[in-house]
């Protein structure tokens, strides 16, 4: 079982930053690709970007390219998005995600879901 709880969101007005965190606990956590999605109202949820249990592997979506970070700490037991250069539509509830590989956490079939955190990006 893997537990996932997610922090750092909020208001922040365009071009600025934030960092998210995830914290993850269970057994066989560093074993997990981890990932991050968002969901816009009227919108379906949508990758952002994922990396591999040891943090030698990642993918972003083309929208978020080169202006978010993905990353994980040396223990594997915190995942952080680091977003630059935020954009309104990057507004969103942005979740935490985790399973076997990097393929599978991308696919969404099976993924531990974290409860979520609020970004909104005002003009």
């Known amino acids: 079982q893997v537990q996932l709880v997610e922090s750092g969101g909020g208001l922040v007005q365009a071009g600025g930053s934030l960092r998210l965190s995830c914290a993850a606990s269970?057994?066989?956590?560093?074993?997990?690709?981890m990932g991050w999605f968002r969901q816009a109202p009227g919108k379906e949820r949508e990758f952002v970007a994922a990396?591999?249990?040891?943090?030698?592997?990642?993918d972003y979506a083309d929208s978020v390219k080169c202006r978010f970070t993905i990353s994980r700490s040396v223990a594997s037991t915190t995942v952080y998005l680091l977003m630059n250069n935020l954009k309104p539509e990057d507004t969103a509830v942005y979740y935490c995600?985790?399973?076997?590989?990097?393929?599978?956490?991308?696919?969404?079939?099976?993924?531990?879901w974290g409860q979520g955190t609020q970004v909104t990006v005002s003009s």
């Open positions: 995600a985790a399973d076997g590989s990097l393929r599978t956490v991308i696919a969404a079939a099976n993924n531990y």
């Open positions: 269970g057994r066989t956590f560093s074993n997990y690709a």
């Open positions: 990396i591999s249990w040891t943090g030698g592997s990642t």
